[in-house]
RNA sequence: AAAGAAAACUGGAUGAUCGCUCCGACCUUGUGUCGGAGAGGAAAGUCCGAACAUUUAUCUCGCCAUAGUCCCGCCUUUUGCGGGACGAAGGCGGAUAUUUGGAGAAAUUCUUAUGCAAAUAAGGAGGACUUCAAAGGAUAGUUCCUAACGGGAACCCUUCCGGGCCGCGAGGUCUGGAUGAGGACAAGUGCAACAGAGAAUAUACUGCUCGAAGAUUUAUCUUCGGGGAAAGGUGAAAAUGUGGGUCCAUAACCCACACGCUUCGGUGGUGACAUCGAAGAAGAGGCAAACUCUAUCCAAUGCAAGGGCAAGCCCUCCGACUUUACGUCGGAGGAGUACGGUAGCCCGCAUGAUCCCGCGCGCGAGUGCGGGGCUAGAGAGAUGAUCGUCGCUUCGGUUUUAUAUCGGAGUACAGAAUUCGGCUUAUAGGUUUUCUUUUUAA
RNA sequence: GGGGCGUUAGCUCAGGGGUAGAGCAGUUGCCUUUUAAGCAAACGGUCGAAGGUUCGAUACCUUCACGCCCCA
């Protein structure tokens, strides 16, 4: 499945609201990971760094440029079927491109470990 | 020459691989191929101002025009048909605009009376417009520039620093630089801790001095009653100062002058203001980023403004189901009316108070004319990621008169979100100008 | 995109032109067999940063930084 920008991106309100509604979660260091399962054949995804991070515009771009860079080379790597988010912690000091790519990748494999399970109870 | 500070301008180039957004072309209509374009001087802060859009209120403004009324013509049993005038509501456009209250008031119009009529008189409606008071916000030298602004230009004045000349001196004059959120404290009210004798109706602590009395050390001290603000000290600030005369006194007082003030007049300037003369008054402190007063300006909301569209709702046909009907579900087709206006899509949205060049006008900010250019358009938000090469700065090694070469480090601030004009703040390196310090040379 | 508020002792807050305060915490002492409570004393501050107005600024004005809240 080749990597489309267009198609594999979050758009609509609506799909950031369930994904917050009802869907898992996984942590790291620097990331969270919020995804939840879909019908689709394909997965989708989108990065959200908060001002928190860092108050530069210039800052917030590049990080969400170089998470989106990672997950286009290896696209094949990430299941499908899944709508996730990937988030910046604030608080710690602006990862090189290797590092982040490092705590990315464990995350996002085990995102497969979920697909047997139903989804969690919306907490509103 | 070196170092530093401030201001203005500038804001590295390029290759490979993999990608993103928009536009155009092509056909094989594919999440295709090819080509083109793709952040800034501040895109930032949101401190001001505008464009644009919608909304609110008023109008005695213009246009369109429905119901209705009136008039004319035709037909006629009536309903009616055609033309014209006035046109409630309504629509489109325009003007006005801080809020509240009061006073006056033209056009127009209604009623009554007189009159054939025109008109006149009285009473009302009406409110353009004028004006007064209160309350809120903003601005503040002058003239100009600008669509506008708390922006810009030139100038004026204040304050501070420096230099030349004149004067016994206070000071004057010429000139260079910096500086100011720069109306009014001579309308009223208010404020000034501590220190100090006294702080705004000034003030007598020390010291000075006159008179009287007393004491004794006989030229000093004490007490009482005056004079007086020149000396001391305090403070941010002590009621202008200079030279002389008089005097018991360096004071008061008198004379002359300097600075400052008020009024009138002349001259120069568009003006702020400058300058000259005369007369008068008799010395007036500071703070309005204290209340306040004066003059001028002021509707609200912001592109998430605002507008449009698909699906659905309706009708017809077909099929399935059953409770056999004006039923339910599904599919296809049609109409696109009315209402509604969203988590979707489109427009708004990139030709503009635009940029560049030339000429003219203006001290300048700017402006007029002519020619040329078109230069991002996302929407959980494109303009990138990785690896190199060359510049530039700096450090170190080798070599050298210069320099060359090798290695390391650094290469800023920062990312469009409706669009513009300013202001403010951030900024590596480079260039220019001004200033300061040091050294060298003349 | 638009609007509002805050920043003062370790913490929570007063003070709105005249040299900085309260409560709690912490320190020392008294009390008590000891601790707590109570009583007393002293300590602790660039008043977020820079500039301006003023004789004088925590306060008034401007710019900046940080934090919080509201509207859509």
Redesign the pocket.
């Known amino acids: 499945m080749a990597f ?4 594999n ?6 799909d ?2 369930e994904i917050f509604g009802s869907g898992w979660y996984l942590n790291s260091q620097t990331l969270t990971l919020r995804f939840r399962k879909t019908e689709n054949s394909f997965s989708r995804f ?3 760094v908060s001002t928190k991070v860092s ?4 800052d917030r ?2 990080l ?3 998470v989106r ?1 990672i997950l ?2 290896s696209w094949d790597r990430v299941p499908l079927g899944f709508d996730f988010m990937v988030i910046i912690k604030p608080g710690k000091k602006i990862a090189t ?1 290797d590092a982040l790519a490092k705590e990315l990748w464990p995350m996002v494999d085990r995102m497969i470990n979920f697909k047997k399970y139903s989804a969690p109870v919306s907490k509103k």
Do not use: C, P, T
């Open positions: 489309a920008y267009n198609q991106r979050l758009g609509k309100k609506k950031f609201d989108s990065v959200i108050k530069r515009a210039v771009n590049r969400r440029r170089q860079e286009r080379k491109s």
